[in-house]
């Protein structure tokens, strides 16, 4: 019978240290940053009932194109999450926890894309939201987080994109204007622009087909639609960053992806990635998504990083190197009995990250695998170490080895790593 054999399916990847130990160092960053803003973490599904994802927009592609929806044997509808927020959204309209909710979040979430490089089917978000006010101080608080963690990481080529889409009550008069303008020019828009149109007039504006950009420019600004409060919101934020000293730039012909977003808008773009994925993060309000899942009229504000992308954007600029995870000290024991196990365990409880052999290789054999391991130092015992009550002590750069004491192994294995 022929061997089978199984590779990652597109989209996907493994991850193997170092850049699975970067991306865990990345998380903690940011879980650091947002718990010190009062933030605490929630851990939702990675599947839902297929209702809660519809709700981001049914004529986006997430929702169109890109969910992995399934049936389980029940014949129940669900589908893999392509991104949190409803899911946030979602839990609290089932637990109902007082207001304003702050809560963070980080692991994978599913997109049926086309994969290309920052692209993926399996990629991580970390990300917070807010449930239950409309102070748009709010706003600039999660702006500013997401803004903090990048300074943290040593992210430095990033522009903050900022908009407002207003309210839904005055989005129809906005989308009418819109249609006008494209439809009086509809021999200049591309043909896949035109078919967006037909679906929703606002998505026209995040075409970067080149033919349609003309058009693009001369599209009526949604700054000039707000009510009062939605325009005095914006300045508010505005004001906020500017106060921070949190650089942006008004765009106003910033749309997102998904259809649920009012109000405030953003995103974080990269400038040394390639345009198609140049988002490293994104985000804004969603008054009234709660609402859609069942739960009380609670306003909503938040945003996710793609930590894929984010990391990219960190190679660009050869910033936040691998967290080291490598062991310190590398046990060599050539006793055949229980010593390379008893000490290692008495390293590891002191604190050090111990490694050692197995299968009773040769001491040679063992040496290498100690200068291969990366360690900085090894522990030795053999039959006369062992005879004596003592063990080698050999740093693995140019100092010399020592004897020592069992007994004072840890102790002077911790020494080594004090200069
Ligand atoms: P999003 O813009 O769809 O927003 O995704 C946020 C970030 O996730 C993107 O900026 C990007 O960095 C990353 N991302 C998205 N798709 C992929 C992919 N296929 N491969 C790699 N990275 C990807 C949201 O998900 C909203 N839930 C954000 C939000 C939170 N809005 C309000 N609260």
């Known amino acids: 019978m022929a061997r089978v054999s199984f590779q990652t399916l597109p989209g996907t990847r493994d991850l193997l240290p170092p850049a699975s130990d970067r ?7 940011f879980a650091a940053e947002a718990e010190q803003a009062g933030f605490g973490q929630i851990v939702p599904p990675m599947f839902e ?3 809660v994802f519809t709700r981001l ?4 592609d997430v929702v169109k194109k890109e969910l992995y929806a399934f049936e389980d044997m029940g014949g129940r509808k669900q589908a893999l999450r392509p ?17 304003p909710w702050k809560t963070w979040y980080a692991g994978p979430a599913f997109r049926q894309e086309k994969p290309q490089k920052g692209r993926y089917r399996q990629f991580d978000q970390v990300g917070a939201e807010v449930i239950g006010s409309h102070d748009p101080d709010l706003d600039v608080e999660l702006i500013a987080l997401a803004w903090r963690f990048y300074q943290r990481v040593g992210l430095t080529n990033i522009t903050l994109l900022l908009n407002t889409l207003g309210d839904k009550a005055e989005r129809p008069a ?26 929703n007039p606002l998505r026209v504006l ?6 349609d950009q003309p058009l693009i420019e001369a599209a009526p600004k949604i700054l000039d639609f707000l009510s009062e409060d939605a325009a005095k ?6 004001a906020g960053l500017d106060t921070l000293g949190v650089a942006y730039e008004v765009a106003p012909r910033l749309v997102r992806g998904l259809d649920y977003y009012t109000r405030t808008t953003f995103e974080f773009v990269g400038s040394g990635l390639d345009a198609a994925q140049n988002a490293v993060g994104g985000g804004g309000r969603y008054d009234g998504l709660v609402a859609d899942l069942g739960g009380p009229d609670e306003p909503g504000v938040g945003f996710a990083l793609g930590v894929d992308r984010t990391l990219l954007a960190l190679d660009a600029e050869d910033a936040f190197p691998a967290a080291d995870c490598q062991p310190q000290v590398f046990l060599v024991c050539t006793t055949g009995g229980f010593e390379a196990m008893v000490a290692s365990d008495e390293l590891r409880r002191a ?4 490694d050692r052999s197995f299968d009773h290789r040769s001491m040679k054999a063992q040496m290498k695998a100690a200068n291969r391991s990366n360690a900085q130092v090894a522990v030795i015992i053999g039959p006369d170490e062992a005879e004596n009550g003592t063990v080698s002590i050999r740093p693995l750069d140019d100092r010399p080895q020592f004897s020592t004491g069992r007994s004072e192994m840890t102790e002077k294995v911790k020494e080594q790593f004090l200069s």
């Open 174 to 199: 906005y989308l009418a204007a819109l249609q006008d303008h494209f439809n009086a020019n509809l021999d200049s828009l591309s043909e896949k622009s035109r078919e967006t149109l037909a679906i």
């Open 57 to 60: 927009g049914e004529a986006t």
């Open 23 to 29: 991306m865990r160092a990345l998380v903690q960053a």
């Open 83 to 99: 991104e949190f927020t409803a899911s946030v959204c979602r839990a609290y309209a089932q637990h109902r926890p007082l207001t």
């Open 49 to 51: 009932d297929l209702g």
């Open 233 to 238: 919101a914006f300045e508010r934020v505005k």
């Open 206 to 211: 995040d075409s970067k087909r080149p033919p």
């Open 351 to 354: 604190g050090l990250r111990v």
